[in-house]
Nanobody
Framework: QVHLVESGGGSVQPGGSLTLSCAAS?????MGWFRQAPGKEREGVAA???????NYADSVKGRFTASRDNGENTLYLQMNSLKAEDTAMYYC??????????????????????WGQGTQVTVSS
């Protein structure tokens, strides 16, 4: 079992930056960030495994960076050049299984077993 708690969400103007954090109760090999806007499906944003391999959605490549501190069991998402379309509830996810991020499958919801409650990000002028 892994308990996940996200933090760092808030309101920011377009072009601004935010850093999300996800504190995990224990180590998980694979971790990811997902987001869900009202009326839309939850979508994968970024994923990172124990070795630092990453997957990113095309919509955030070059703007978002996922990182993790394995010693602290913490996942981060640095978000730069934020756009209005980035507005959503952001969720942290974790899985003990390995290799799916290596295989480019880190943005698939069904790869993850554990989810946080989410943190809201609003990008608006």
């Amino acid at each position: 079992q892994v308990h996940l708690v996200e933090s760092g969400g808030g309101s920011v103007q377009p072009g601004g930056s935010l850093t999300l954090s996800c504190a995990a109760s224990r180590y998980a090999y694979s971790m990811g960030w997902f987001r869900q806007a009202p009326g839309k499906e939850r979508e994968g944003v970024a994923a990172i495994d124990n070795n630092g391999r990453t997957n990113y959605a095309d919509s955030v490549k070059g703007r978002f960076t996922a990182s993790r501190d394995n010693g602290e069991n913490t996942l981060y998402l640095q978000m730069n050049s934020l756009k209005a379309e980035d507005t959503a509830m952001y969720y942290c996810a974790a899985a003990f299984s390995s290799n799916f991020i290596r295989d480019g499958l880190g943005l698939l919801k069904d790869k993850y077993n554990y989810w946080g409650q989410g943190t809201q990000v609003t990008v608006s002028s």
